[in-house]
């Protein structure tokens, strides 16, 4: 049995993979790609320089891939043009079953596929199994949700005249995605635009590229023609530039940090590139005191543990500032601390590993530095490197209360196995204090008064709230991101429609 994600209720058993149709059977980690995708075949970098994958629970390189720059971008967008009328030209229906097919594919491969994922990015085997899963389940409904790209008539003032709308696939999109979920990431944008019937030019995280490449072969060997998916690796600013300067490229799809998307944002202005950005979020929890006198502090703290330390905390969506209301905080920390204390670090591919290390050195050091500022609080259980790990990335799961809110622990998005607690009186209090930042992703509330949830969802500015649960998000709904966390949004018939232009036909009779 595997852990796939299940919300407030943590990992749940799910059966394993359906048994391999022969295509893929009994694939391991090195039967995957390690190169870049274009045009259809497997390719190094047009000037030969290669960059080594960094496993970051052992600091050891475990593959060689290319790193390219402009050149290859161009090359692939060469490609992706190419391709593009052919692939536009097909029915939904047509590009269904490609993606239907390569679902199967994911499914049948999911095992190794998380071992590629673990060993690129250090998460839990079993939250890599959860990713691909998912993964599998973004191509089936795009596919499905293609099918429902609807125009409409629409009754003309002028008599003799007839309106009518279309929708119709933007052409050529670049996916630049982040190293945080390594396949989730890359998977909703190119589910979607080759749904819509768009062609991909994907630059994976240089992090965490060989998921990437992964779903580039799933897709391939699904029989995805020649350029329609081309996945490449290299400098981030050339290749981004290159997509962005190219009047072809006719939107670009971006997760990562707020300062990057800043940056795209001025460098489309001068061919005036669509964005669709994910950027940064710094999410706030309101829990009411209802929320744990119904369950009990322990089973409220056992479940906010688990959603704030999945992937070590390197999740947009995370909850990470804990607004406590004072009648229930104490309780709340006290329950909290041996749950944390009782996490067991290690490397990913550890089936006892509960937690495993950060992606790389600059992201742990981040949060030590977070640490180290003054933040007004008590370090309650973690705060350090482990002392029993002479290699790997790894940071104690940390647990600090009273927080001060004008901190940066507070203020800046942690990303990292940091969960900070801070009490609170009244409730508009707390939410005026979470509305106070930039960043408008998503948010948790923690309410059976159905009242107050209501006058808390509809105050909080974000793009997803989520009422007495973990997972503010669904394959089926929109992924959006308000204020400085993002433009457009991912995912849902939203997420279809983002790749995707409206027309408008007059006929005269």
Not at 223 to 228: F, I, K, N, Q, S
Not at 414 to 433: K, R
Request: charged share 20%; with cysteine; aromatic share 8%.
């Amino acid at each position: 049995m595997v852990g796939v994600w299940a919300g407030r209720g943590g990992y749940k058993e799910e059966s394993p993979s359906p048994p391999c149709s022969g295509v893929c059977h009994e694939k391991t980690m090195s039967d995957f790609p390690a190169q870049q995708l274009i045009a259809g075949d497997w390719v190094a970098a047009a000037d030969g320089r290669t960059i080594d994958v960094i496993d970051p629970a052992t600091e050891q390189p475990i593959a060689t891939v290319p790193y390219g720059a402009a050149a290859d971008a161009e090359a692939a967008i060469d490609a992706a043009a190419k391709a593009f009328p052919e692939w536009a030209a097909k029915t939904a229906y047509q590009r269904a079953d490609v993606l239907h097919a390569a679902a199967t594919l994911l499914r049948e491969r999911r095992d190794a596929l998380a071992a590629v994922t673990t060993a690129e990015s250090g998460k839990p085997i079993a939250e890599s199994k959860g990713e691909w899963t998912v993964v599998a389940d973004l191509f089936d409904w795009f596919a499905e949700e293609a099918k429902r790209a609807y125009g409409r008539t629409i009754p003309a003032k002028l008599p003799g005249r007839r309106l009518m709308t279309l929708v119709q696939p933007l052409g050529v999109v670049g996916v630049i995605t982040a190293w945080n979920f390594p396949a989730y990431n890359p998977a909703r944008s190119i589910a979607a635009a080759l749904a819509a019937g768009c062609t991909v030019v994907c630059r994976p995280a240089d992090e965490t590229p060989l998921s990437g490449f992964a779903i580039g072969a799933a897709l391939k060997d699904a029989g995805l023609p020649a350029g329609v998916l081309n996945v490449i690796n290299g400098a981030p600013a050339a290749m981004a530039g290159a997509m962005l300067d190219d009047q072809r490229c006719r939107k670009v799809s971006f997760t990562g940090s707020t300062e990057v998307g800043r940056l795209l944002i001025k460098q489309s202005a001068a061919t005036i590139t669509r964005l669709a950005l994910e950027l940064g979020g710094n999410a706030p929890v309101i829990v009411e005191p209802d929320a744990i006198e119904r369950v009990g502090a322990e089973a409220f703290a056992k479940a906010a543990v688990l959603a704030r330390f999945r992937n070590a905390g390197q999740v947009c969506v995370a909850p990470q500032r804990f607004y406590l209301h004072r009648d229930v905080c104490g309780a709340f920390v006290e329950a909290a601390a041996p749950i944390v204390a009782g996490y067991r670090v290690g490397p990913g591919a550890d089936a006892a590993s509960d937690i495993g290390p950060l992606v790389n050195a600059a992201q742990r050091d981040r949060v030590e530095k977070l640490l180290s500022h003054e933040h007004g609080g008590r370090v309650v259980v973690g705060g350090k490197r482990p002392a029993n790990r002479d290699a790997g990335y790894f940071f104690e799961p940390t647990l600090v209360a009273d927080v001060a809110t004008n901190s940066a622990l507070w203020r800046e998005e942690t990303f990292g196995p940091v969960l900070a607690v801070t009490p609170y009186d009244n409730l508009d209090e707390a939410i005026n204090d979470a509305n106070s930042l930039e960043a408008g992703l998503a948010a948790f509330l923690f309410t059976h008064d159905l009242n107050r949830a209501v006058h808390a969802y509809e105050r909080l500015e974000f793009g997803m709230v989520a009422v007495n649960g973990w997972v503010p998000h669904a394959t089926e709904g929109p992924f959006p991101g308000w204020k400085q966390s993002g433009l457009g949004a991912e995912s849902g018939p939203e997420g279809l429609h983002e790749y995707l232009e409206p027309k408008l036909v007059s006929f005269f009779v």
